[in-house]
């Protein structure tokens, strides 16, 4: 048995890529995938604490621009493929969590001992299935999870003390930023369990697609078959640590310095200080994904830790997006729906614009407010057109290079 692609990061995006989602959301899509054929099978060892590979990527965008749930599932629907992969409950509270650990427990063979694992992947159409912000119990859970704690102890009235022997949780799921903003207190953001999340936003189309079927090649089904088949070799072939190569090492020492003396101290106290932290973590979670899409050579090297580095950055560029609104007034939030109206459509009528609000800001006094509020800060202009008068949205980011390079990858 042996792989068919040498880079299966590279073949999935192709394989993916027929949808009107972004490239950067079938990657991350594509390392869910490979993070849950990986399991708690491979790590990085760092004496004081292990790395593992499992993630909590969640896709968020508005309703219906980008199939955040069709993305999800093209990569989900390979791994349930692979024998021996187990996946959690559709909704999750403790019992059921527990439940699902004991029917995933199982033991693998790393130089003639066996290892405890307790692993599987959680797949959502929406992020409050899985769960409930407001509950310390459970973002407790989730933060030890991911942290790769050797055990996990529950202790329940009805059951009394359930453990756990070498958890491991990948995550995968969907949500709208209208969820964060109603669900998540401030509190929250930039805390444990955000700070271990890879959020990866849309809120465009890559591409008009009316007809899947029209662009899906004569190649799909076999295509299909070779990605289920590396990842089954993956899942099988794979066992034991990571190591990461000097020239890594020696890139990452200037990086790490860099980022804490420059890039860290740029980030808001309350959305990315967190991330912050684990930034380093992600990298490294993120390369060793990387190196077991592209061979069996079990170590992270040089290009792997930099493609990882440029996946972040292109995420990092919109987590404002993700968390903008949350703790803001009831006005204000309404105001930075009003001015993503605008620049969605990038132009839009004077009166048609009105009317989209109406229901927030019935006095038309109101409503002048806000619109010249938004033009004195630099986002709208109001020009007079052929047929009236249009709001144009005018402060649009510019294309993230890191972004460039992420195609550069995908389409080499």
Known sequence: MSRVHSDWLTAYVRYA??????????????????AGALRRKVWIDMKRYTWYANFYIVFVAPPGIVAKSTTADISMNLLKQVAGIKFGPDVITWPALATAFAASSESFCYND???????????ASELGNLINPTDRDMVNLYINLWDGRKSLEKVTKMAGCDTIEAPWINMVACTTPHWIVDNMPPATVGGGFTSRCIFVYADKKEAFIPFVDEVVGDDDEALAETLIHDLEYIATTLTGPMRISADARAWERVRYKQFWESAASRMDSHTLEGYAARKQTHLFKTAMVISASRG??????????????????????????????????QDSVHTDRFIDYIRRKGA??????????????????????????????GFLTLESRGDGMFLVYTKERAASPALLTVDTEIKG
């Open 296 to 329: 069996d050579s079990m170590e992270v090297s040089l290009e792997d830790l930099q493609l990882s580095e440029t996946m972040l950055t292109d995420i990092e560029a919109d987590m404002d997006k993700v968390f903008r609104g949350i703790g803001q007034k």
């Open 348 to 377: 839009v009528k004077y009166d048609e614009a009105y009317r989209q609000v109406h229901m927030y800001f019935p006095d038309a006094n109101d409503f002048e407010g806000i619109v010249a509020g938004a033009i004195r800060a």
């Open 17 to 34: 890529s027929v949808t009107e989602a972004p490239k950067r959301m079938h990657f991350w899509a594509g390392v869910s995938a490979l």
């Open 113 to 123: 001992e066996w290892y405890p694992m307790s692993a599987m992947t959680l797949v």
